[in-house]
Nanobody, 120 residues
Framework: VQLVESGGGLVQAGGSLTLSCAAS????????MGWYRQAPGKQRELVAS???????NYADSAKGRFTISRDNAKDTVYLQMNSLKSEDTGVYYC???????????????WGQGTQVTVSS
């Protein structure tokens, strides 16, 4: 199983970016998916998460500016980020809570991360 993020980059404050994360490989089912951010010198923190049924949860810092969504047919999760601020800078990681096969236990997989830099 692999999770591959894309869409990061350099953007000016107030701008927008959309991150994508596609899961591939042996996948039986995916439960929750999420986006985390790790700023320089800080711990990784939850930005947003979404269940298989579409229920969402956001960090207070993301509410009203970021939107998480997923395409279950493509095993892909997205993060639309608007009104970006310098404090949104960091490496963004996606994760997925999934079963690789019917007999496999649920396990959380992580992507390799994508850098988002917001210049002020």
């Amino acid at each position: 199983v692999q999770l591959v993020e894309s869409g990061g980059g350099l953007v000016q404050a107030g701008g927008s970016l959309t991150l994508s994360c596609a899961a591939s490989g042996s996948i039986f089912s995916i439960n929750g998916m999420g986006w985390y951010r790790q700023a320089p010198g800080k711990q990784r923190e939850l930005v947003a998460s979404i269940t298989s049924g579409g229920s969402t949860n956001y960090a207070d810092s993301a509410k009203g500016r970021f939107t998480i969504s997923r395409d279950n047919a493509k095993d892909t999760v997205y993060l639309q980020m608007n009104s970006l601020k310098s404090e949104d800078t960091g490496v963004y990681y996606c994760n997925a809570d999934l079963k690789a096969t019917f007999y496999s236990p649920r396990r959380v997989y992580w992507g390799q991360g994508t850098q988002v830099t917001v210049s002020s």
